[in-house]
Nanobody, 116 residues
Framework: QVQLVESGGGLVQAGGSLNLSCAAS????????ITWYRQAPGRERQLVMS????????NIKDSVMGRFTISRDNAKSTAYLQMNNLKPEDTARYYC?????????WGQGTQVTVSS
């Protein structure tokens, strides 16, 4: 059974940090590009950033550049999103996506709330 399970969200004050995790199972994680998305209430889902199978960071959303870092540990089938200097506008539900070979997997998301 394919699963992506996000964790690590929570409530944090502006300027704080969170490290989100995306644990994968049921497919060959190593061969999939991983992308973090986010969606705030009443708004469209936004792409935050991606990491390729080679570990290269791509598709970085301008507003998170220099604050967020994406990484992956293929041995643990887990991807991470380190978020520093969080701002209230980063408040959203964060989703992990795995994509390759015409297949597209999503997790259920983890809520991040940044208070001012």
């Amino acid at each position: 059974q394919v699963q992506l399970v996000e964790s690590g969200g929570g409530l944090v004050q502006a300027g704080g940090s969170l490290n989100l995790s995306c644990a994968a199972s049921g497919f060959a994680f190593t061969w999939y590009t991983i992308t973090w998305y986010r969606q705030a209430p009443g708004r469209e889902r936004q792409l935050v950033m991606s990491i390729t199978t080679n570990g290269d960071t791509t598709n970085i959303k301008d507003s998170v550049m220099g604050r967020f870092t994406i990484s992956r540990d293929n041995a643990k089938s887990t991807a991470y999103l380190q978020m520093n200097n969080l701002k209230p506008e980063d408040t959203a539900r964060y989703y992990c996506n795995a994509r390759a070979y015409g297949q597209d997997y999503w997790g259920q998301g983890t809520q991040v709330t940044v208070s001012s």
